[in-house]
């Protein structure tokens, strides 16, 4: 019963502390555009608006009321699932949501993948050699990728692929007329490759301090000493306990998995959810920046108490404390 | 059975060399339990990791060690192959992540005797049962199934044991495998060792601080100083009769009920002594002179079979 | 025994102090190095390729590139260094409370470190500059705002690691107030993380303002800041490769070079340590 409780109290705790959290984000979310200078639409001079039915429009959204009757009636739709209208189109939020999903979804699924295919072997190959060249080749790779600004790469990348050597298309998903796998591929290519380069720099470092702090523990000195050799003290010994932080890096990769390829999006005109966030809050489309940051910093917020959640049930010695 | 001749392991920060083992030669015999003391920053437990080919990285190791007809060379990995866990075990100082913490006690033994060819799938279950009843693992049915976090500390360390002596190696060198615990559970678990030891006829390499488990144990001692070996002999002569300032000092500050303290002999700081032309103790010897700064002195038999570097003591004698 | 790890200045530390160096010197001889005025428009040589006289080529208004990357350097190392100064100083503050008195000071500063945490960085700078209209102080607080909370949770759990040492305890008996306690005691032991927490923040900083000035953010032309560079070069990617090419490397060499002494660093201050 006393391991039941101190567990329970744990997971208690940070429910609630999660709940803080997100309280503050969405009054931040809130505060945010309700602070801001200047009006909704503003950012937009062609559409011409006539002051009173600028006022008339005002009025019919609410946004004439005092800050926290808005707050409210805000928090409440939101909660129900109404995530607003978007002031540039015209159409719900979450509809919009849902068609752009998919196709960043297939960007940032496939990069992460392969990030972490990648990341996963080199990082233990880094750690279990550490200090020799295959090391230092690891570092200074992924220490090239993480500096290298995303946008520039996918220029680059452009101007060669697709204007040099007319390889790959520059833009897009889909090549119009044109259906099938190789083709979506193709528009794939250069996307994918530069979030796979951004991820894989990030993982690999992390993999490899994981290892490296199993590989200083005594345990391995031990399985050495009683004669198993390497090939098994990896496998058994050393990977297992490395899981446990792995796995939480995976739960708190999931925001990525809708954020992260906002730019990479925009520089490559990729029909999803990143650069229709861009575009929106660069045109002030307040109802769209609202619900879509609030949806990621309630993602955030829940990839982390399902990382810490994770960490009860994966650690043996967490789970059965007596 | 086992022959250390001229041990080196030195470490290297850029260019410059930390020596932590300066030159060690002596040798194991069958059935013997050989005490190794000394102060920490001595080079003893770097011994026993040089005696496993265990040495950390970075660290450059020289001279031979001969066992069992072959000669194994520290930092050649390929020579430990079949040594380790077969014919040496090795067990360390207790400390709470020396067992996989994922991994079930009893999977951790049957690790041992299936990876030396020793037994494999329910015949290593049964032995391991077997190895938990004989070490005082018990309920073995109960202990084979938990975690290492669930074990007391003496009760890991007696688990350490039944997994360096599962193979039944020739030799087990125990690098200070009692200073964590408590003292009652170190009697014990120095009853057990002396106990399986003896059984088995292994031969044993004990390496500690602590003198009193030396006079209780060991059958010869060595003495370590600043990664050499200034006095060797059987524990008789050590105790009785020890020939070196070091050891004399060690002696003293040894607290005994028949005895007062004398003043000032326990003044024992760790220093690490890098350059030194001459004898490395001479820093904090009383009997020092001239031709103790000057040039290092070698072991010279003083007694039969009992060695000591030292220039004041060979003319005492 | 163990052996132990001797602090060495390793050579990532040192590559990447002489890059540094010698890029802010760069920066600030700029109108030493420059070639040419960076403002001067020279419509007849517009979209000339790197070649005598204009290193780097020029714009699509004639402008030398060379020179424009020179003052844009300015731009981003003066954004990068002071964003960070202002979220050292903020994260020291609120996290150093937050460690050394704990309890309800410590969980308000945490969940507020929390709520900021949960927006995407690039995201919420965007955000708050596209919303603010923000010009280049603005920029800066932006970035330093958004920067503080992970610095915060760091100093925060140096102080907690510190606060039960024995030296502190006896300092405290001896009659230091608090403030003291925190500021000569605490805070130079806590100094080798918050270094290279801060060296490894600027290369962020300075990713964020570049991507304020590609999406037209920030500072805005005429004003050369290596962001909007890239934005103008994109039009002109086809026929001119060099437009986009040296400003984009330009960033590429500076955050590599703090990338590189902040790792450096890191080795140094902790030597069995990463991440």
Redesign the interface.
Known sequence: MKAGSSMQKFVLRRLAETCIVLLGVTLVTFLMMHLAPGQPLQANPELRLDPTAVERWLQLRELDKPLAAQYLAWLSRVCTGNLGISLLHNRPVLDMIRERLPATLLLTGSSLMLGLGAALPLGVIAAAKEGKPADGIIDFISLCFISLPGFWLGMILIMVFSYQLKLLPAAGMVTPGESGMADLFKHMAMPVSVLAAGTFAYYVRYVRFAVLEILNQDFVRTAKAKGVPPALILCRHVLPNASIPLVTLVALSIPFLFTGASVTEYVFSWPGMGRWIITATLSRDYTVIMAVNLIIAVLVSLANLSADLLYLVFDPRVRLRE | MMQVADLKVS?Y??RKEYP?IRSVSFEIRQEEILGLVGE??S?K??TALAL?G?L????KAGGKIGFGGKILTPGNESDW??????EI??V?QE?A???????KIGRQIC??LE??GIASGTTAIKKTRRLLERFGIEPSKLRFEQ?P??LSGGLRQRV?LA??LA?EPRLLIADEPTTALDLTIQAQILDLLYETVREKSTSLLLITHDLGVVARMADRVLVMYAGKIVEKGSVVDIFRAPGHPFTKLLLESTPRLDRTLKKGAHILENEQVWENRGCFFAPRCTKRRKICVSTVPELVEIHKSHFVSCFNCKESI | MRNKQHKQIGFKTVVGLILVLALVSAALLAPVLATHDPHLIDTENWLQPPGAGHFFGTDRLGRDIFSRVLYGARVSLAVGILAVVLAVIIGTVLGGFAGYYGGLADMAIMRFTDVVLAFPSLFLIITLVALFDAELWLVILIIGLTGWPRLARLVRGEFMRLRNTDFLVSARMLGSSHSRAMYYHLLPNALGPIIVSATLGVPAAILAEAGLGYFGLGAQPPVPTWGNMLRDAQLYIRQAWWYATFPGLCIFITVMAFNLLGDGLRGYFNPRQKV
Do not use: D
């Open positions: 470490f920060a850029g932590v920490s920053g080079g437990s770097m496993m265990l950390p990285a970075g660290a192959s079949g040594v380790r866990g077969r075990g090795m360390f400390h992540a020396c067992l996989n913490p994922v991994m690790e041992s990876v030396n975690y976090h669930q350490m997994l360096a193979c």
